[in-house]
């Protein structure tokens, strides 16, 4: 069966870093695209980042663009979210997630299994 | 960036009644939409993608309609465990945004 775990998230001071881990199993993990998506506490969903299933391109919240990098290691199964110079705002649960389709997704990288999700708290 | 609106924020309902969100895109989306339920401390789930597609396993009883810049998911008899809150997504265009959210409370 398809698992998602997120791991990585902790208490960082604002300006801080952190980089966030999803480790895939139960799929082809090398075959899917990957997204983040984040939830600030008591918020909405906020689609945050995603990544082709080759890490052949990447695409970018406007909020997160050039602080947050996303990327992948195939070899691991492991999904990945550099998160720099992090603010206040960036406080959120985040969100692995797998897309439905293998290979190229575009205009349908829909999500079909989440992770629980992995709580980041930026406070000095 | 594509704006989405979902009407209502929020509505209460009992079980067994019928019930209908609407999400609205700011510019067209074809049928590049996702709906999600979200129960409270949990991750979402996929409903209905491609505006109107049953994900597997999701009971009969949600579906989705639209095109363009105006969707809807109805819920056709509400059930106890279908108290949650509902997203809409579009994937048309990056950033992919989602919908503010709609609370299905009980009555």
């Known amino acids: ?124 | 960036d594509i704006q989405l609106t979902q009407s209502p924020s929020f509505l209460s309902a009992s079980v067994g009644d019928r019930v209908t969100i609407t999400c609205r895109a700011s510019q067209g989306i074809s049928s590049y939409l996702a709906w999600y339920q979200q129960k409270p401390g949990k991750a979402p789930k996929l409903l209905i993608y491609a505006a109107s597609t049953l994900q597997s396993g999701v009971p009969s009883r949600f579906s989705g309609s639209g095109s363009g810049t105006e969707f809807t998911l109805t819920i056709s008899s509400l059930q106890p465990e279908d108290f949650a809150t509902y997203y809409c997504q579009q994937l048309n265009s990056y950033p992919f945004t989602f919908g503010p959210g709609t609370k299905v409370d009980i009555k």
């Not at chain 1, 990585?8 to 990957?34: D, E, H, I, N, W």
């Not at chain 1, 970018?60 to 999904?79: C, H, Q």
């Open chain 1, 1 to 124: 069966q398809v698992q998602l775990v997120e791991s990585g998230g902790g208490v960082v001071q604002p300006g801080g870093s952190l980089r966030l881990s999803c480790a895939a199993s139960g799929f082809t993990f090398s075959s899917y695209g990957m997204h983040w998506v984040r939830q600030a506490p008591g918020k909405g969903l906020e689609w945050v980042a995603f990544i082709r299933y080759d890490g052949s391109n990447k695409y970018y919240a406007d909020s997160v663009k050039g602080r947050f990098t996303i990327s992948r290691d195939n070899s691991k199964n492991t999904l990945y979210l550099q998160m720099n110079s992090l603010r206040a705002e960036d406080t959120a649960v985040y969100y692995c997630a797998k897309v439905l389709d293998e290979w190229n997704c575009g205009g349908d990288c829909y999500s079909d299994y989440w992770g629980q999700g992995t709580l980041v708290t930026v406070s000095s």
